[in-house]
């Protein structure tokens, strides 16, 4: 099947309110520019450089967000462009973020990354030092980032159960800091959270955005 095929039967399958990133990364130019045709404007990346070069050559109106674990020797490269930053996981890289955002003149929008997965190799605050930071208020005092929502990644298994109960988790504690840190910041909306293989769990969990790569563009080489 066809990139436009498939990126059609993804939007198919989202409901009003639930926005689509088409994670493009290692993916060449041809592949974004078919999905582009198709209609589709918000792509992930996960590498700055690869970020850099896909911006600098594809259309202007294209939404960049940054999905990869984001090295701060590198925020530098993205944020003249960047939609949103999905993964910050420490606000040492919330300071970094609005250092470069304000060099840049820009204030730049992030979601704090949740670990809410068994797996080790996933990464992100656990909800206890997301709680510790938010509650110490420092952050506040950046004026060059927005922090919109959340991001997680459930465990990649076949027990479906047991990834809901991760989504879900995610989505109790987005009520919870909304409530006590964000209720009047409109902004503080997205909870991100479901791929290829688990985004209707995520949706039914109470996504706002997917990030869905293999179910559009295919397997890469």
Known sequence: ??????????LSDLPQGVRLVAISKFHPNEAIEEAYQAGQRIFGESR??????????LPD?????????????????IIPYVALIHGIDSFRLLIEVDKQASKAGRKVNCLLQLHIAQEETKFGFNFDECREMLAKGDWKLLQHIEICGLMGMASY????????????????????????????????????????????LAIAAGSTMVRVGSKIFGERN
């Open 1 to 10: 099947m066809s990139i436009t095929t498939n990126l059609q039967e993804v």
């Open 157 to 200: 298994t076949d027990d479906e159960k047991q990834i809901e109960a991760e989504f879900c988790s995610l989505n109790n504690f987005f009520q919870e800091v909304k409530k006590q840190y964000f209720a009047s910041q409109t902004s503080f909306r997205e909870i991100s959270m479901g791929m290829s293989h688990d985004y209707h």
């Open 61 to 77: 109106d294209i939404e960049w967000h940054f999905i990869g674990t984001l090295q701060s020797n590198k925020i530098k490269y």
């Open 48 to 57: 700055a450089q690869e970020l850099k070069a896909k911006h600098e050559t």
